[in-house]
């Protein structure tokens, strides 16, 4: 058990469909982010929020639209996406600058 | 963008073994930290080094950083079944952003 949850664990969706991401930290933590990985790939890190504000958007298209209602809860909605985005999407939390705890991830297939 | 690459891609040893695996970076860093992530599951951190240490260990985890040659060394010792993974380092510059490398997928065989 991380302290971080993530839900749901498995997605598979279509192209046109809505869904959203749901994290949820237990730890306290003021910082929180969204991670891309994709098989043979580097993490790739999407955004980053820190109290709650976002500081970083790394050039992520628009499909993928993030929302942080507060230090505790991370949601990424997902509209209009591409075969190329399936991927594990992994959620992390900090506490400022100190190491970062990452749930399990969902697993998102795209139809 | 990606900061860290780890070497090798994979590494396959016995059990009792040890497993060294590096990571080479391009930028000036303040902090260096490897990861470890079980088949299915997130990210763990195992270790966090700084820019003016040179070795570091935790348990049967041995870190090195040469910062004048920009790379980082984990050595597993007396490997197990329970240490098969991917190992990752990620750097870290003044800000909360961490960048990973590719990993290091370990076997270790029983």
């Known amino acids: 058990e991380t302290g971080v949850t993530q839900t749901p664990r498995h997605l598979v969706m279509g192209m046109t469909n809505k869904k959203s991401l749901k994290c949820e930290q237990h730890l306290g933590h003021n910082a929180m982010y969204w991670y891309k990985q994709s098989a043979k790939k580097p993490l790739e890190l999407m955004f980053v929020?820190?109290?709650?504000?976002?500081?970083e958007n790394n050039s992520v298209p628009s499909r993928f639209s993030p929302e942080c209602p507060n230090s505790s809860h991370l949601f990424l909605h997902l509209h209009t996406l591409q075969p190329e985005d399936s991927a594990l999407y992994l959620c992390a939390s900090s506490q400022d600058d100190q190491p970062q705890h990452f749930g399990d991830g969902t697993r998102l297939s795209i139809l | 963008s990606q900061q860290g690459e780890e070497d090798p891609q994979a590494l396959s040893i016995q059990e009792g073994e040890n497993a060294t695996m590096n990571c080479s970076y391009k930028?000036?860093?303040?902090?260096l930290q490897w990861y470890r992530q079980n088949s299915g599951r997130g990210l763990v951190h195992l270790i966090l080094i700084r820019s003016n240490e040179r070795e570091k260990h935790s348990g049967r985890l041995r870190v090195t950083l040469d910062t004048s040659k920009k790379s980082s060394s984990l050595l597993i010792t007396a490997s197990r079944a329970a240490d098969t993974a991917s190992y990752f380092c990620?750097?870290?510059?003044?800000?909360?952003?961490?960048?990973f490398g590719a990993g290091t997928t370990v076997t270790v065989r029983a």
């Open positions: 930028t000036s860093i303040n902090n």
């Open positions: 929020y820190n109290f709650k504000e976002q500081t």
């Open positions: 990620a750097t870290a510059k003044n800000d909360y952003k961490l960048s």
